[in-house]
């Protein structure tokens, strides 16, 4: 690879951002965060088999502000990732490639992630 | 595995987890105010458990159809690349397959 003297393709440094350049590399950069959530949720199960005081201190520092940080942080990244997945299925189908539409759903799947997780967060937390 | 099944179950593993993942974050976010003998009584339930141990199978394997289509746009030394495969490969059967040790022994 070192002594390849082609011509590169511009890095991604180098494009302006839309939002489809954006949400393609967030989908994977969120699909990459979900498995550490699932290797979080992993040890969730390991300490609740590990017996109660050492379930109440998991639960301790999941409660703390950085805990709910995460958490919360957790919760958007699958929400995204999922609903952006949703868009990836339509395009999959041949639906929504239009650049006006594409964009759209875009600004859609950012917004609706984010109401996600506070419905979930509020309604799961018992909120409301 | 050819590239066009590994596409295919790509996607079907994807609809398959996605109501799944809606109603275990929406579970796991209201165990996370609950304590332990609420959280062990959780886990009594077969419906739960089975589908804690089902999601964690379809979605390690997704995991790995997803990390190998990473390591094969940004890896190009080809022998780091398989080294990376094999250990996506390991880690996608070690973590359902000891969740589901978990839920059925332990918990």
């Excluded at chain 1, 594409?102 to 992630?113: D, R």
């Amino acid at each position: 690879m070192i002594n390849n003297q082609n011509p590169l393709s511009p890095h991604l440094q180098i494009y302006r951002w839309h939002i489809s350049s954006l949400l393609s590399i967030t989908h994977r950069i969120s699909g990459v965060v979900n498995l550490f959530s699932l290797i979080l949720i992993f040890f969730w199960l390991l300490v609740l088999s590990l017996g109660e005081s050492n379930y109440e201190l998991f639960l301790l520092i999941m409660n703390s502000f950085i805990g709910k940080f995460i958490l919360i942080g957790f919760t958007w990244s699958m929400s995204f990732h999922i609903l952006s997945g949703i868009r990836h299925l339509a395009w999959d189908m041949g639906y929504g490639f239009e650049i006006k539409t594409a964009n759209i759903s875009g600004i859609i799947v950012i917004i609706s992630s984010l109401i996600l997780t506070i419905i979930f967060w509020l309604l799961g937390r018992g909120i409301i | 595995m050819n590239e066009t099944r590994k596409w295919v179950l790509h996607r079907i593993s994807a609809i398959i987890l996605a109501p799944l993942f809606f109603w275990f974050y929406f579970s796991l976010i209201s165990l996370s105010t609950k304590n332990y003998q609420e959280a062990i009584y959780f886990f009594e339930n077969l419906l739960f458990t089975v589908l804690t141990i089902f999601l964690f199978f379809i979605a390690f394997f997704h995991v790995k159809i997803s990390l190998s289509e990473i390591f094969e746009d940004y890896i190009h030394n080809q022998k780091i690349k398989d080294v990376a495969n094999i250990l996506a490969l390991i880690l996608s059967i070690i973590i359902p397959a000891i969740t589901l040790i978990l839920l059925i022994y332990k918990i």
